[in-house]
């Protein structure tokens, strides 16, 4: 691993820290580097509040703000160049003289999209794109996929038996109302953290009518979910979100399996035994790579 590469991975650390809080914006980390010596470190910490260049330059003591001109300033993705909730930040990074800026990807929103990297090479600045990129794009892969393909991330998410089964036949469910519990508190914790992870939470009328689920985050700090119920009359109006986790029966989970419209899928495999019931949906040898996540409860 390079230099610029170990320091980028710092960043994509620091990132991490906003995954609960930064949303609609990115997580993004920056690290500030003179002769191998880190001088600063930030990240975004919440949406609408200083971006993570800023709490770099914020960090470094008095004492070694004259290095900064001399320093490099690594950042997961390019600084933005416009006004919004806070000044543009290659502008502070102009200011301060940086000589090196290392960023992990360019940033897709249109307010941006190379233009912080045209200012700060116009200034004099040496920039360097693309370090760590692929692992820079996936930590925002949501952020990525609604400015490029204007549509949320979709996150299937269901729990099934051992022989792969989501829950019993109807008939016996409406003897007794009660849905078979697969998860384990270490599961359902699993679950709730997924949740505080997406913008909205998806369920089919049915699953919503028969069990009534609250689809809450209350075993995990986060922002509850929006609940969107797909029903048969009415589309969901779910395309100014960045991302959707899917929760629904075997049905609707299966629709979206069937339209090719998922991201990511999360299967929670129990060992209880069913031996009859409703079928857990099916996925296919995937050509495109997307990841699928099992856990075993």
């Known amino acids: 691993m390079t230099d610029d590469e170990r320091y980028m991975a710092r960043c994509l650390q620091l990132a991490r820290h906003g995954e609960l ?3 609609p914006n ?10 191998g010596r880190i ?6 910490r919440k949406y609408g509040e200083a971006h993570a260049e800023v709490n770099a330059v914020r960090s470094v003591c008095p004492k070694d703000e004259a290095l900064l001109c001399e320093a490099t300033i690594y950042v997961s993705l390019e600084p933005c160049s416009h006004w919004g909730k806070t000044p543009p930040c290659a502008e502070l990074l102009v200011e301060k003289g940086f ?6 990807t360019l940033d897709p929103n249109a307010k941006v999209a190379g233009r912080g990297i045209k200012r700060l090479r116009e200034a004099g600045a040496e920039v360097v794109v693309g370090v760590l990129e692929a692992e820079c794009r996936w930590l925002n892969r949501k952020f990525f996929m609604q400015h490029e393909h204007h549509r949320p991330w979709i996150t299937l998410k269901w729990a099934e ?6 829950d019993r036949h109807r008939e016996s469910r409406e003897k007794d109302g009660e849905a078979v519990k697969f998860s384990t508190p270490w599961t359902q914790m699993l679950v709730h953290r997924l949740r505080a992870t997406h913008e909205a939470i998806l369920v089919g009328r049915r699953t919503w009518e028969l069990d009534a689920p ?14 969107v119920i797909l029903s048969g009359k009415t589309a969901p109006k779910y395309e100014s979100y960045q991302s959707i986790l899917v929760e629904g029966g075997a049905k609707t989970l299966q629709s979206f399996i069937d339209a090719d419209l998922w991201d990511e899928a999360y299967i929670e495999r129990s060992d209880i035994v069913l031996g009859d019931g409703v079928k857990a949906p ?9 990841p699928v996540h099992v856990n075993f409860a």
């Open 26 to 35: 990115p997580m993004v980390g920056a690290v500030i580097v003179h002769d």
């Open 161 to 166: 038996s051992a022989d792969g089964f989501i």
């Open 39 to 44: 001088l600063g470190e930030g990240w975004h």
């Open 99 to 104: 000589r090196r800026v290392v960023v992990g």
């Open 214 to 227: 609250s689809l809450t985050t209350r075993l995990w700090p986060g922002k509850n979910p929006e609940r």
């Open 21 to 23: 809080t930064t949303a």
């Open 282 to 290: 099916q996925i296919q040898t995937d050509p495109k790579g997307r």
